[in-house]
């Protein structure tokens, strides 16, 4: 059984990548990717736990990028020569902190006190500080954090301040610079209109989507599948696995296939 995407401490996750290969295995997971954001820390930990429970652990990193409007769009690369594509993750994890300085900046600007660095003891292990880690530093409580989200971090909102790098092309470039295969992850969280999603798969050179994914519907997943189809690429799965706390993504095997397949691993580059 696949599932494609999850993350651990290193990233925005819950639990060590042991522990993450754990509730995998658990839940009857054969073929796992760690996909942190834009790191690769984890993988080698999950590497030797995975051969422990006997799972196939696919080398992975999900790159956070930018396209057009959209600010926040997620390339997954599977297959990565690890020391490859090392260099891009410590430049977006640069990216990372001057982007949190920014934001933070705009915060206190605004009368919301939080400090760089309790930010970055908030992300702990992980490299890659986040919007999710100002928050927790400004104190803001679990059941706050959406309202919180709306007012001041998400695009238009009054401490938003957007990505710049990489764009899509590019996260997809680097990528299979390091050998690896370049999906798009879970195109119908960042869009919601098909033609538009067709028009950015059409655009991009990639090697799969991901199709099967907890919040996509029946006739999401049908159209995606369809459009691997036509154009010959790999439809992946996965349910986000983030840890058991989690609101959304703490299971896995939980995305739907409605009858309709199964997710499928890109292959390695010859």
């Known amino acids: 059984m696949l599932d494609l995407q999850s993350h651990s401490f290193y990233s925005d996750g819950e639990l060590s990548p042991t522990h993450v290969v754990a509730a995998a295995r658990e839940a009857g997971v054969t073929t796992l990717a760690l996909t942190d954001h834009d790191s690769i820390?984890?993988?080698?930990?999950?590497?030797?736990a995975a051969r422990e429970e006997r799972i196939v652990l696919?080398?992975?990193?999900?790159?956070?990028?930018?396209?057009g409007r959209m600010d926040d769009m997620h390339m997954l690369g599977y297959w990565v020569d690890t020391t490859a594509i090392a260099?891009?993750?410590e430049r977006a994890q640069r990216e990372r902190v001057s982007?949190?300085?920014?934001?933070?900046?705009?915060?206190?600007?605004?009368?919301?006190?939080?400090r760089l660095e309790d930010a970055i003891a908030e992300a702990g292990e992980a490299n890659s500080v986040g919007r999710p880690h100002i928050a927790k530093a400004a104190g803001v409580e679990p059941e706050q954090m959406s309202a919180f989200f709306e007012e001041w971090l998400v695009p238009g909102a009054k401490a938003f301040v957007a990505r710049r790098w990489p764009d899509a092309a590019e996260a997809a470039a680097i990528i299979h610079e390091a050998g690896g295969a370049a999906v798009l992850a879970h195109p119908f969280w960042d869009m919601q209109d098909p033609e538009q999603v067709a028009a950015l798969v059409d655009e991009l050179d990639l090697?799969?989507?991901?199709?099967?994914?907890?919040?996509?519907?029946?006739?999401?997943?049908e159209f995606l599948l369809e459009l691997c189809r036509d154009r010959g690429l790999a439809p992946t799965g996965s349910s986000d696995f983030h840890g058991p706390n989690h609101k959304l993504f703490n299971s896995f095997v939980s995305y739907p296939?409605?009858?309709?397949?199964?997710?499928e691993l890109p292959p390695r580059s010859p």
Request: hydrophobic share 35%; with cysteine; proline share 7%.
């Open 99 to 114: 982007r949190a300085e920014e934001i933070i900046g705009r915060l206190n600007a605004q009368g919301v006190s939080v």
């Open 207 to 221: 090697d799969g989507v991901e199709v099967f994914y907890p919040s996509h519907t029946r006739e999401q997943v």
């Open 87 to 89: 260099p891009a993750c």
């Open 41 to 48: 820390d984890g993988v080698a930990e999950a590497g030797q």
């Open 58 to 67: 696919v080398p992975a990193t999900e790159l956070s990028c930018v396209h």
């Open 257 to 263: 296939t409605y009858d309709l397949g199964e997710p």
